[in-house]
Each structure stands twice: as C-alpha cells, then as structure tokens.
C-alpha cells in the first residue's frame, strides 16, 4: 500500500529549507529521505480515486512538547545551523531534532539585510532561547553579545553633532555607522526625495549629523545632515574605524 506525502505537510524538521526554493534542490533534499522512516497519519482517502494522501505534522507534536519541557526562556543553547532563509536561520540544537527559528533581527545589534553572510548551513551556533510557543522555539545571536546602546546614552545625546559613515541607502533613508556598532538614520524625508538623499550623500563617506532624536530602548537614533559647517557633497575624509568596539565616537555640542 502507496501513499502520497506532500512536501507541505512534512514536519517542522524535516521541511526543506532551500535558498531561493529552487525546484531542484527541493527535490535533491527530499531523495535523501528514500529508505527512511517516517510516522505519518493519514489526511486524506478516497479509494475510488486510489487516493491516499499523509502528513507527518502533528504526529510528534507530544514528542517534541515533552522534550522543550525541559527548556526555558533565558536557556543558552549549542547546535547547528538546519538551514537558512530570507528571514532568517533554523538552528538544530536537540538529539532528536528540536529546532529554533534566529529571526534576522535577533542575529546582531548592528542591522543585517542577508542572514546568508553571517551563517550557512551546518555552521556551529550558540544562541539564547527568548521564546517559546507551543512546540515554536525562538532563539537569539545578539543577547548573547555586550548590548551597545547600554552605552548610548552617555555618548549620545539629542543635539550632538557627530560623525558617521554611510553604511547603506533604502527607500526609507541613509543607514549611519556611529561606530562603537551603533547605526542611526537620516530619514529620506529630511532630503525632500530619494534622489536629492544620493545627490547629497555616497556610501562609504563620511559626514557630519545633528542627533535629533534618541531612543535607547528602541534602540534608534534619528539624524539629521549638518549643512552649516561642511558643504552638503564635501565629505570628511579621515576614516572612521568600526572595526574596534572600545573606540569612543567624535561627540561634541553645538553651542
């Protein structure tokens, strides 16, 4: 007796997790389960059409709820990477296959854009569990390392003027590198446009900016270009090193 497993309704576990979802390598990851057992239920029958349809979700869910009985927000974790996706990467850290999602917003204090250039799969992780819903775990990278913004407050403050590197451009504005890894925004609305914000300023140069507000819990910091000092397309040239967390950033007030 045949039945049919669609790739939807395979366990949390066991779903191929595929950059891109690329038919092919879907199909590459699903022929390694040929030979091997899995329990399933049935979802769907209709012997007259010789259906028979399974699914693996639900059939381990007591398992794995009596196994994350033994976990608790606030738990460190050690496992490895299961895969990786847009949104963020599944990291595999239980004998029988207990799996946490790393949101793309837990993986460091400084923003990331593409999970891909911070992990891979297989890659060895420690992480810290902040959640945990059902038989859902949520980990995160970035509350096992040193908080930056701890230190925000005495460093920065609403009026400074400072200096920042541009790191990045979206259609929402220019993303500022601070250094000591904090990152601030000018909004594009300061500019008047997205065209007259890259007129204005390039990536990789560094400029002079007014802190108009801050948040620390929040974790944000909202800039504004300073237009009285500098000429608005002459950038500073002596670089900014980010490279060293200790570094203190260039604060001064305006009088």
Same mark, same amino acid.
């Given at each position: ?17 595929v ?38 979700k ?41 799996? /946490? @999602? %790393?949101h793309? $917003?837990? =993986? ?12 891979? #799969? ?46 990045k ?14 990152? /601030? @925004? %000018?909004h594009? $609305?300061? =500019? ?12 990789? #140069?560094i ?20 237009q ?20 203190q ?7």
């Amino acid at each position: 007796l045949e039945g049919f497993l669609p790739a939807s309704q395979l366990s949390f576990q066991h779903y191929p997790r595929v950059e891109g979802g690329q038919k092919e390598k879907i199909l590459q990851e699903l022929q390694k389960f040929i030979g091997t057992k899995l329990n399933v239920k049935i979802l769907d029958v209709n012997p007259s059409e010789n259906k028979l349809i399974f699914t693996e979700k639900g059939v381990e869910t007591e398992e794995i709820k009596h196994a994350l009985a033994a976990y608790n927000v606030g738990d460190v974790v050690s496992g490895v990477v299961a895969g990786v996706v847009d949104f963020g990467a599944f990291v595999r850290f239980n004998d029988i296959g207990l799996e /946490g @999602l %790393v949101h793309l $917003s837990e =993986f460091d204090w400084i923003p990331v854009t593409n999970p891909r250039d911070v992990l891979k #799969k297989g890659d060895p992780v420690t992480a810290k569990i902040i959640d945990i819903q059902a038989d859902k775990v949520s980990l995160s990278l970035k509350q096992l390392k040193e908080d930056p913004w701890k230190q925000a407050t005495a460093a920065f403050q609403k009026g400074n003027i400072i200096e920042g590197k541009v790191v990045k451009m979206n259609p929402y504005g220019a993303f500022i590198d601070l250094g000591s890894h904090i990152h /601030g @925004l %000018v909004h594009v $609305s300061s =500019f008047g446009s997205g065209e007259k914000m890259r007129e204005q300023l390039m990536p990789g #140069k560094i400029y002079q900016f007014t802190i108009a507000q801050i948040s620390q819990e929040d974790h944000r910091i909202a800039l504004e270009q300073l237009q009285n000092t500098h000429a608005q397309n002459a950038p500073i040239q002596e670089p900014v090193d980010t490279q060293e967390s200790d570094q203190q950033p260039i604060v001064s007030h305006e009088t």
